[in-house]
Each structure stands twice: as structure tokens, then as C-alpha cells.
């Protein structure tokens, strides 16, 4: 029996931005994980997604595979992807389609693969502007979440994380028909998220654990709920790098219960030539930054390289 972990609740719009800051700042430190309310994107909004994303889906295998994964955007088929290959040589079970950022980083062309109009009319339309609205919240919090730390709230933007982020926004299909109640299968198996936060939106049913204490065996494992209308937030790896490990970057797995689920994870990522390097409010003469400076997108592309090798 896993227990459900009770997160806080963060209200991006509360006009008390203090004291928003303060809990934000606890939860990271207690958890790496909260709910996050009045993010901009109604519950109507949050089902039309998962309507149109049942929709891509539901499509042929051959017609998802027109869009392969490339560049980080595109279809990936079951067992393609594996988020912790320590422990097994086998890819997990749940197709996804990744939408990466809508206008040009660092090509001419946007690389961006699209479902045809003809077969998902407005599909498109929808998307971009779930991708956008996302964006919007995570910049927002992402202000807030300076705040935290006790630097300026445009701290992420003068670093030049929030100039052309490389936030993808990946929409996820966990077949019911893989696992039963009885089964311990896992439909995203143990990881942790690389970037700065990661905003999901899930269709209800169950699935989401966390292990706060990554390092302890035997591992424990802590339902998180779905909340209707909220977002779950967590923090990544390059979050937990910046804070020297003050905010945690929490392992994190999905169990399939034998009901099909879909859910939609936008990670923000940094823009590509940020460097991320330990917050001084982070780190003093005692606690020495842990982590050596880094470029965002070097850290980005040898954390995607481990995922998709095996
Ligand atoms: C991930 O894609 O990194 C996830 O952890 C997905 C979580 C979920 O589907 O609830």
C-alpha cells in the first residue's frame, strides 16, 4: 500500500506574492512537488486537450510513424523510450508525442512535426496554444520561484533563461490494456525531470508516485493525486543544480492500474547557451556549490542521449 502525499496548493495569481514565494520555497525543499491553481488553462480547456490528444492516439501506428521522433519532436512508439535504464534494458510502456518550441531556436526552419490537417483538423491550433498558455504559467511561476531563492524575480530572465526557452511539451498515452491491478508495471519507470520545472496535466486516473528519498533503499513510494483543475509542478535536475540541492529534483514513476491514461508534461528547460551555475544565495563558504557550471543545452542533450540509447 503506498500512501497519498498530502502537496501544497500554490495559487499563481494570489496578490500576496510573498508569502506564495515562501510556501513555493518549502514545498521545494519538503517535496520538489505542489499543486498549482489559477494557472490560466480551464478545466475545459485541460479535457478538449486530452480529447484531441485521444484523437493523435487512436491513430494507426503507421500514420504516427510518419512523425518520428526527430530533434527532440515528433511520435515515439511504445518501449522506445527508457527513463532509467540502471535498472532495465527495456523501454516503458507509453507512446508519446513531443511538440518542442513554436518559434525558431537555433534553426530557420521550425522542426515541429504536425499531424495532417485533413486527418486531425484544428489539431495544430490546439496545441500551440495549450504549448503557449504553458509557457505563460511557467514563466510566471518561474518569477515567483526566484523569488524563493531570495533573488530579483526577473532573476531567470536576466540570466537569459526565459529567452527562447527550450520548453517541449509532451503529450502521453498509457495503455490500459498492459497492466492489471495486480501487476506492479510501470508505464514511466524511475526517473527524474532534467529541466528547470515541469507543469503536468493529467486526465484523472491514477498513476503519479514519488520517492522523496531517492538515496534510501528500500525505496518508498507516495501516491500523487490528481486534483481536478490543478497542475502538478515538480522541479528538475537543472533547478536542483542552480539551488546547490536546496530545492529537490524528486524521483518520480507512473504505474499502470490497467485503465488507459493520458497526461501532458511540459518541460522547461533553460534556453540553450544559459549557464547554470550555483545561486550565491545557495551556497556559502560550508556548503560549496556541488555541481560545476554547465551550458543548458550541454546538459540537455547528454541527459536525452542516456534516455534514448538503449
Ligand atoms: C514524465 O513524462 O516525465 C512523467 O513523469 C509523466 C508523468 C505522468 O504521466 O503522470
Redesign the pocket.
Known amino acids: 500500500m503506498t500512501e497519498a502525499l498530502k502537496l501544497p496548493i500554490i495559487d499563481l495569481i494570489s496578490p500576496d506574492r510573498i508569502s506564495t514565494a515562501n510556501s513555493i520555497r518549502q514545498a521545494c525543499i519538503d517535496y520538489g512537488f505542489f499543486y498549482l491553481v489559477n494557472h490560466g488553462m480551464e478545466e475545459e480547456l485541460l479535457g478538449k486537450v486530452f480529447e484531441e490528444s485521444k484523437k493523435f492516439f487512436l491513430l494507426p501506428l503507421e500514420e504516427k510513424m510518419k512523425m518520428p521522433r526527430k530533434e527532440h519532436r515528433g511520435y515515439t512508439p511504445l518501449y522506445a523510450e527508457n527513463?532509467d535504464p540502471t535498472s532495465s534494458s527495456e523501454g516503458d510502456p507509453?507512446e508519446?508525442f513531443y511538440i518542442g518550441p513554436l518559434e525558431d531556436i537555433t534553426t530557420p526552419v521550425n522542426l515541429n512535426q504536425w499531424p495532417s490537417e485533413e486527418i486531425l483538423p484544428s489539431w495544430r491550433r490546439m496545441m500551440e496554444s495549450f504549448y503557449r498558455k504553458l509557457l505563460s504559467a511557467g514563466k510566471r511561476l518561474l518569477s515567483l520561484i526566484a523569488l524563493a531563492l531570495n533573488v530579483e524575480e526577473d532573476f531567470f530572465e536576466k540570466v537569459g533563461a526565459l529567452d527562447k526557452p527550450n520548453a517541449f511539451l509532451?503529450l502521453?498515452h498509457?495503455p490500459g490494456e498492459l497492466g492489471s491491478s495486480d501487476d506492479e508495471i510501470y508505464?514511466?519507470s524511475a526517473?527524474s525531470?532534467y529541466g528547470m520545472v515541469?507543469l503536468?496535466a493529467?486526465d484523472g486516473v491514477q498513476?503519479?508516485q514519488v520517492c522523496r528519498e531517492k538515496f534510501k533503499q528500500p525505496r518508498v513510494w507516495e501516491d500523487?493525486l490528481h486534483v481536478d483543475g490543478a497542475l502538478?509542478v515538480?522541479i528538475g535536475d537543472i533547478m536542483e543544480r542552480w539551488t546547490n540541492c536546496l530545492f529537490r529534483s524528486t524521483l518520480?514513476?507512473?504505474m499502470l492500474s490497467g485503465k488507459e491514461?493520458?497526461?501532458?508534461?511540459f518541460?522547461l528547460e533553460p534556453n540553450q547557451d544559459c549557464m547554470v551555475e550555483c545561486l550565491e544565495s545557495c551556497c556559502s563558504e560550508s556548503s560549496p556549490p556541488r555541481f560545476p557550471p554547465i551550458r543548458g543545452g550541454d546538459y540537455l542533450q547528454e541527459r536525452l542521449r542516456l534516455t534514448y540509447a538503449s
Not at 491514461?261 to 508534461?265: P, T
Open positions: 527513463l507509453k508519446s509532451r502521453l498509457y508505464g514511466s526517473h525531470d515541469t503536468l493529467t498513476g503519479l500523487v502538478i515538480n518520480h514513476r507512473v491514461r493520458y497526461s501532458a508534461a518541460f
